[in-house]
């Protein structure tokens, strides 16, 4: 017994004089948040690129069945596999989305008005039901300027508080109302105010004019919503400019899953994002898939249903 005890003493090596190497954390702003936060985010937030492309599919909770989300399984889970995370309704998850993508979930965590009313006169969800989900990150809506401001503010401040103590990440999402401009001052004093009050990351839109300050302005990771649907070569060029401003990459969805050809266009966004491919390359990419006759998504499913 004790010649065993010698005998590994002697095997240890504890490296001394070798110094132990200091952990940086890769995403600005979050050296400081906890284990188990870091660990979440570093699901959503590829280590390697600091970026990611997030799925949205979570418009149904103001605008119900939207154009390409009639149909969850049979249009977004062809996608599944090409998204770094997915970012949807506790409902949605549940009823539409078998749990063995292993995909980390940014859930959306506030609700409230729909669009045939005012939007966001919203509350949030309570966050036990997040985790029960095993939600890497929950979002909510931040108005503003709006007349719904303090309440959202609220909103966000309570997941915040409720998030640090579980650590899960909470997403701010600026939410821009129908008069207001969608400009670099604006989106820079939402994007600032939603990262002043604890969130962890933020959704934004971007702005073709002075998106550098709006994300030099904001300490956290930003980013960014896709908006409407545009022409393919549009949604790749705002992808393009907007990491090259500084993105940490997109929460995508109308200019994803209402594409002619949704697989290949998040193909196309994620080589702008990950592999820092030019918009003109992306879009060759994106012709390619369609002109190989590559799996196509949501018309693939539709022609099987
Ligand atoms: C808006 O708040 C919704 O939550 C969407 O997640 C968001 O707008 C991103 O989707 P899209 O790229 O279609 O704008």
Redesign the pocket.
């Known amino acids: 017994m004790a010649d065993d005890h010698r005998e590994s003493k002697e095997a240890k090596e504890f490296g001394i004089g070798i110094p132990v190497a200091p952990h940086t954390y890769y995403l600005r702003g979050l050296d400081n948040v906890d284990w188990g936060m870091k660990d979440r985010l570093a699901r959503i937030f590829d280590p390697r690129s600091a970026r990611t492309v997030m799925l ?4 149904g ?2 605008m119900g069945p939207t154009s390409g989300l009639e149909r969850i399984d049979l249009t977004i889970l062809p996608l599944v596999p090409h998204a770094d995370c997915l ?1 949807c309704t506790r409902g949605i998850l549940r009823a539409s989305v078998p749990p063995v993508h292993r995909k980390p979930v940014c859930l ?1 965590a506030s609700a409230g008005t729909t669009v045939l009313n005012e939007l966001n006169d919203e509350c949030v969800l309570d966050l036990e039901d997040a985790i029960r989900l095993n939600a890497s990150a929950v ?1 909510a ?1 931040v108005s503003i300027g709006g007349p719904f401001e303090a309440k959202t503010v609220r909103n966000l401040v309570r997941l915040v508080d409720e998030g640090g103590r579980y650590g899960v990440p909470v997403m701010g ?1 600026t ?1 821009v109302g129908k008069d207001m401009v969608r400009d670099a001052r604006y989106l820079g004093l939402a994007s600032r105010v939603c990262a002043e009050n604890g969130a962890h990351l933020v ?1 934004t ?1 971007y702005c073709s004019e002075g998106f550098e300050r709006v994300v030099a302005g904001c300490p956290v990771p930003i980013v960014i ?5 545009l022409p393919e070569n549009e949604a790749l060029e705002m992808a393009y400019r907007a990491v090259s401003d500084g993105a940490a990459g ?7 899953f209402q594409a002619d050809n949704p697989i290949a266009m998040i193909q196309a966004v994620r080589a702008v994002v990950h592999d820092g491919a030019k918009p003109g390359e992306a879009l060759e990419l994106y012709r390619g898939a369609v002109g190989s006759g590559s799996p196509r998504g949501r018309r693939t499913a539709r022609r099987g249903q």
């Open positions: 949205a599919f979570d418009h909770y103001i970012m959306r979002a809506m999402v939410a959704k839109y919503a896709g908006g409407k649907k997109v929460d995508m969805g109308r200019n994803v």
